[in-house]
């Protein structure tokens, strides 16, 4: 406990005094997992809205398969990803392992089932009717879909605010495909990884610290929103 103290004072003054190394992982960290999320959502929403408003053969085997991936640990997607880049693999040759678009690829294939399976909940509990509404009075189905999704925001929100907080504090898939290289693939829970292992606590408490007060941001950000009755601009 007498350690706690200084390695707190110590983290502070790595966040407040622009401390080089601190900040690039903070900033990579942050990079790769926004363009994880940012590819990952549409392509979600679009699967999502499918599964919850059309019917097809094999559709229930589908959704059981999505909730299923949920649990799949990120180790394993990690190690997937592993072997599909590597020189070896079937997509050895793009060259992409310890890169950061590994780990944006990572990230997409760990939040796309968390993603689509909130997203059609959240679908799902809106009023069914209101896509057959809006094909009724003309409006054309991309319209259409956006009315519906436009009705269950704040559920979308809360899926693609979940999602993110799972591939930004992930460390196993970003410890396989992106080898925690300095100024380039180490993120935050990589860092937090190997500071603890070297016993340097003062760079995990701060980075630790980052990620709370991201996450509080979020959950702030989303309760104001659902208060307001309007999406975020």
């Excluded at 390695?7 to 990579?28: E, P």
């Excluded at 942050?30 to 979600?44: G, Q, Y």
């Excluded at 990230?107 to 896509?131: F, K, T």
């Amino acid at each position: 406990m007498h350690e706690l103290g200084p390695a707190i004072t110590q983290a502070l003054h790595l966040l407040l005094s622009g401390d080089t190394v601190l900040w690039s992982i903070i900033g990579v960290s942050f990079s790769v997992s926004l363009r994880a999320i940012a590819i990952a959502t549409p392509l979600a929403l679009a699967a999502a809205f499918v599964l919850a408003y059309l019917r097809f053969p094999g559709r229930r085997i589908l959704v059981t398969t999505v909730n299923t991936l949920m649990a799949v640990p990120a180790v394993v997607v990690g190690l997937t990803c592993y072997l599909v880049l590597s020189s070896n693999g079937p997509a050895g040759g793009l060259h992409l392992l310890f890169t950061q678009w590994a780990m944006i690829i990572g990230q997409i294939v760990l939040c796309l089932p968390l993603l689509v399976a909130m997203a059609h909940s959240a679908l799902q509990s809106g009023d069914q009717r209101a896509w057959e509404t809006a094909l009724t009075l003309g409006a054309s189905r991309l319209r259409a879909m956006r009315t519906v999704m436009y009705e269950v925001r704040f559920g979308l929100l809360a899926a693609i605010i979940a999602a993110f907080g799972r591939i930004i504090a992930e460390v196993g898939c970003s410890m396989m495909v992106g080898g925690n290289i300095l100024h380039h693939t180490r993120n935050i829970p990589t860092a937090i990884a190997l500071e603890t292992a070297k016993g340097e606590f003062a760079q995990g408490i701060a980075l630790g610290g980052v990620l709370l007060a991201f996450a509080l941001l979020l959950n702030l950000a989303l309760g104001y929103a659902q208060g307001s009755g309007r999406v975020i601009p």
